[in-house]
């Protein structure tokens, strides 16, 4: 259903990346097929933006999912980080971003 989705190897990885995509997108109020699909703009990249509203969702994915899941650290591999405060955009990019690409 999703065409960037990675190729799973089992049911069960398919239904977590199923309901992860469904939980962020839910999140940020997204439609999960924007999320998934690759789309070229027409809108040059220097006048593409992020509202605040949207980052302020941003904001509150990172605080309740960083806590909730236990995301680990880009960086440093087995490194977990717990401190909402201390997710930079590569930790966002690992935990969320990368598991639905």
Known sequence: AYPLLPVVTSGEQASQLERN???VSEFLRLDPS???CREYSSIPPE?????????????GLVRQFCRRHG????????ARIGD???VSLYDLVY???KPLA
Not at 47 to 59: D, N, S
Not at 71 to 78: C, K, Q, S, T
């Open 21 to 23: 995509l469904h939980e």
């Open 34 to 36: 924007l999320v998934t």
């Open 47 to 59: 006048k593409r933006c992020v509202t605040l509203a949207e980052l302020k969702r941003i904001g």
């Open 71 to 78: 995301w680990g650290a880009a960086r440093e591999p087995h």
């Open 84 to 86: 909402p405060w201390a």
């Open 95 to 97: 935990n969320v971003v």
